[in-house]
């Protein structure tokens, strides 16, 4: 019987407010992940960003949490995990990765009684009762990983990082080409391996962006974003044209962070 590898999905991102789309893309990855033969998606894990992201429109934390919580209500294996939006300030998506991997070492050597070192790791693959060591892979939109190529928006190291260490599972969206991006790019194709492609058939192009819209301009997003968060939305007034304004005329943070080092280099 071979053994499946155990596997979270970590999302990261602004959920300002949360859509159904979202949740569809972790049915659509452990559907593909499962089909592949050689991954168990053990749950899905949702990470809204720090206030501090500095993002246009964007509600704060406290608010895009609750309307996760409220709509993962009818998942059994998708959760919000508040900590990247609890930190002092911005956290990169490489940290937020080890912070999560890091949780899910601990819990393995907790349900095992191991340690993590490589070397006990070794000595435990040759138990009958060895725990395969689980994975963590980003989770995001195929327009993400075009990102890469934004100057001053991923630090290189970082992207190394994730797509060596870690992996993206990438879920196709109308005008843009994973594929290409991929082979346009020497050291994507050489680790295309630890990339996977998710084809979604059944296309909602849909963004948060347009959802904040319609709610402004008072038209409906029923069946677009899951009624418990339609009714959280409306209770609380959220998305108003006050609130759009927020960081208006801002960067966001990585784009902040960069600037201010090359700044600091040239002076």
Not at 70 to 82: F, G, H, N, Q
Not at 180 to 201: A, C, G, M, P
Request: hydrophobic share 35%; charged share 25%.
């Amino acid at each position: 019987m071979i053994r499946r590898i155990p596997l979270a999905l970590l999302a990261c991102g602004s959920f300002n407010p949360i859509t159904n789309m979202h949740m569809r893309l972790f049915e659509l990855a452990r559907d593909h992940l499962h089909q592949t033969g050689r991954y168990q998606v053990t749950e899905g894990i949702i990470s809204p960003v720090n206030d501090s992201y500095g993002k246009k429109g964007l509600v704060p934390a406290k608010h895009r949490i609750a309307m996760v919580q409220l709509a993962l209500e009818t998942s059994d294996w998708i959760r919000v995990d508040p900590w990247e939006s609890e930190q002092d300030g911005w956290t990169e998506t490489a940290k937020v990765l080890r912070h999560h991997y890091e949780k899910l070492l601990q819990l393995r050597n907790e349900s095992t009684g191991n340690y993590c070192s490589k070397e006990r790791l070794r000595e435990d693959s040759l138990s009958p009762h060895y725990k395969a060591v689980p994975e963590l892979k980003l989770l995001c939109g195929a327009d993400v990983l075009e990102t890469f190529r934004t100057p001053n928006l991923w630090k290189e190291e970082h992207i190394k990082e994730l797509v060596e260490k870690f992996g993206l599972v990438c879920v196709s969206r109308v005008g843009h080409d994973p594929l290409q991006f991929i082979y346009e790019s020497d050291f994507l194709t050489k680790h295309q391996h630890n990339i996977h492609l998710v084809r979604e058939w059944i296309q909602n192009e849909k963004s948060s962006t347009h959802i904040r819209r319609a709610l402004r301009r008072g038209q409906s997003v029923k069946y677009l974003v899951p009624d418990s968060v339609i009714n959280y939305i409306r209770q609380h007034n959220i998305y108003t044209e006050d609130s759009e304004q927020n960081n208006e005329g801002d960067q966001i943070q990585p784009l902040k962070l960069q600037s201010t080092q090359i700044n600091a280099l040239d002076d």
